[in-house]
């Protein structure tokens, strides 16, 4: 039964604080939580879970010194309790405390190296420090331990390798994405404006025309995002995706046509049509 427990709450710590889901609905919720465990520990204050369970409230409560207060007593009644570590970063993180999350993080993976999310985790801090080669080392890691890895690691780790101005490299993480988990449109969508950006415009084109066909509600957007990026290089291919634009277009619900960003999109469009056959 202790060790069922135990791996529950090793699953709220993971799935509560490294998603960023709360238990508790406001600050109201978080105190009559708090309170209870308050209580609870109070009868029983050697309980190591229960003054787990208390520090995420409290970290989320933004009380950090009791949460690592009571971290630090899971310590003394629970060294093997590992997942303190994991939650102390997150302690550290809301501080903005970067050395220290760092070296929580580096406590748990050293015990749990197993775990995808220390790694995608200290990926975060490591950006904060200022170290981008090491948080793309510990995102290529973060993927390489969970296999398929959740499209945020992957999305993660293209925002990183674009701010360094690797562009192949990201594309290259488009692909890797693409193949693991399928051909998401949005992978796709970033997958070709990188190549664009990268002067790839016959790829990029390619990607375009793929995620026309596998998502034809995408067809508006894409076509004129397409249209853009053959403005100056080809201006027939240009106009042709914005007359393909139009007619998906006029098959739209006056509902839908008359949602602002939509109206946009299409005054947009009309502009662009104009500049190309003035």
Request: glycine share 4%; net charge positive; with cysteine.
């Amino acid at each position: 039964m202790k060790q069922f427990s135990e791996n529950i709450l090793t699953i709220m710590v993971m799935a509560m604080i490294a998603s960023g889901i709360t238990p508790a609905n406001g600050h109201g919720d978080l105190h009559m939580l708090i309170s209870r465990l308050d209580e609870e520990i109070a009868r029983n204050p050697s309980n190591p879970e229960k003054r787990l369970e208390r520090a995420i409230l409290l970290c989320q409560h933004g009380s950090h010194d009791k949460a690592l207060a009571d971290l630090k007593e899971v310590g003394k009644l629970a060294p093997k309790r590992h997942e303190r570590h994991y939650v102390a970063a997150r302690v550290h993180m809301s501080q903005e405390k970067w050395e220290l999350a760092k070296s929580a993080l580096n406590q748990h993976i050293l015990a749990l190296p197993q775990q995808s999310k220390s790694y995608f985790l200290r990926s975060q801090v490591q950006i904060k420090r200022g170290k981008p080669s090491d948080a793309v080392a510990d995102m290529n890691q973060a993927i390489k331990l969970h296999s398929p890895a959740p499209l945020n690691y992957y999305l993660h780790l293209i925002q990183i390798q674009e701010r360094r101005g690797q562009v192949d490299e990201a594309i290259a993480v488009c692909d890797h994405a693409r193949k693991s988990l399928g051909d998401l449109p949005n992978i796709m969508m970033i997958q070709a404006r990188l190549l664009r950006g990268g002067r790839r415009i016959e790829e990029a084109s390619q990607i375009y025309a793929q995620i026309r066909k596998k998502t034809p509600s995408l067809t508006f957007s894409v076509s004129l995002e397409e249209a853009q990026m053959w403005e100056k290089t080809n201006p027939q291919k240009s106009l042709s995706l914005l007359i393909q634009a139009e007619l998906v277009w006029n098959t739209y619900s006056k509902r839908k046509r008359d949602r602002a960003p939509m109206q946009k999109l299409h005054k947009e469009l009309i502009t662009k049509k104009q500049f190309l056959t003035r």
